[in-house]
């Protein structure tokens, strides 16, 4: 698949399925019907995410064609260049993969009014011509930890995050919640553990390291089930998962065919189906700017199953994904503000 992404122009076809309307709107030029579709992606700086954005493309096959150019990730002043030179070509649609895109696209929304922006995983609001989608990976994460507990024989379970941010923080939160919550379900203790791998955004790029620091928590805490939440830094959460014979759960797209034998499932954010809905926005001219959340009502966040789940986790899963879907469970709920759980100890502080 991304050996796809880094041909220049490739031609496929269009599919979208709407979800719901953004605040916010953009008056579109109009589009002659059954023409080609040009459209423009720059790639993520992590390989998950573009690995979870692409299928959006692939799926475009059904309605019609696109000629589609593909940019690798731009680096800081470099990305406002790649936008106007995209941009000059006129294209229908320019998407772009990621925060780091938050600055560029919201300065060339203003140098290019007429130019159709989609911005997935970051919040920009109030740009008619942008629309952004922003993810609850949390929820995510809340499934992540009632499949480790239950999965767990050890009851013993991990956190690996890169560096601790508003978005990592809530996935450790939500993590942490669902463990909680599964450990009352299935009335057993589940002895939680994290780490953070470093304090800058290099931890995101630095396996060695993410492997270094899960074979710490492997063999300090007896850990059994590690959850990946550290970028490409989880590739070494993986090795060390792998050395120790132990399962890792990873996140942004479903990754269980880097070793099957270590993860057991993925949370998924539906970047593809974002990508569907904006390019079915844009043919029937009704493509809107804002900010739009997908989460598990909308099917814009899962957990990927069966993945190697027995069946008693997949049908814990489920009641969990329901009691989120109700509203009775909240996806993340501090310790300190949760009621008592089952035999579930404070969290021990970070080796």
Request: charged share 25%; hydrophobic share 50%.
């Amino acid at each position: 698949m991304l050996q796809r992404a880094l041909a220049l122009v490739i031609v496929i076809c269009a599919f979208g399925i709407a979800h719901g309307q953004p605040r916010g709107a953009a008056t579109a030029p109009p589009r002659a019907a059954g023409r080609e579709m040009k459209v423009a992606i720059l790639l993520a700086p992590e390989k998950s995410s573009t690995d979870a954005a692409l299928p959006g493309l692939d799926a475009a096959k059904k309605h019609g064609r696109i000629a589609v150019a593909v940019r690798l990730a731009a680096r800081g002043d470099d990305r406002g260049v790649v936008i106007d030179r995209l941009a000059a070509d006129a294209p229908d649609l320019i998407i772009a993969v990621g925060a780091v895109y938050t600055d560029a696209f919201r300065a060339a929304s203003g140098r290019h009014p007429a130019t159709h922006f989609l911005l997935l995983d970051a919040e920009l609001p109030n740009i008619p011509n942008v629309k952004a989608i922003t993810f609850r990976a949390d929820e995510g994460s809340f499934l992540a930890g009632v499949a480790a507990a239950a999965e767990s024989k050890r009851g013993a379970v991990g956190f690996v995050g890169a560096m601790e941010t508003p978005v990592s923080q809530a996935l450790e939160c939500a993590y942490e919640t669902g463990v909680r919550w599964a450990a009352k379900e299935l009335k057993r203790t589940v002895r939680g553990s994290l780490v953070y791998i470093g304090t800058t955004a290099d931890a995101f790029s630095d396996p060695a390291h993410g492997a270094a620091v899960s074979r710490t928590m492997i063999a300090q805490k007896n850990v059994d089930v590690l959850y990946a939440a550290a970028g490409a830094s989880s590739a070494g959460v993986i090795e060390a998962a792998r050395e120790a014979k132990v399962k890792a759960i990873t996140v942004d797209t479903e990754q269980n065919h880097l070793d099957r034998d270590v993860l057991i499932t993925s949370v998924r954010k539906r970047l593809d189906r974002a990508i569907d809905a904006a390019i079915a926005d844009v043919r029937k001219q009704a493509f809107h700017g804002g900010v739009v959340e997908m989460n598990l009502a909308n099917g814009g966040v899962d957990l990927a199953l069966p993945g190697r789940l027995a069946p008693a986790t997949r049908k814990l899963v489920e009641k969990a994904r329901a009691a989120i879907l109700s509203g009775r469970e909240a996806a993340c709920v501090k310790y300190e503000e949760a009621p008592p759980a089952w035999n579930f100890p404070p969290r021990p502080a970070a080796p």
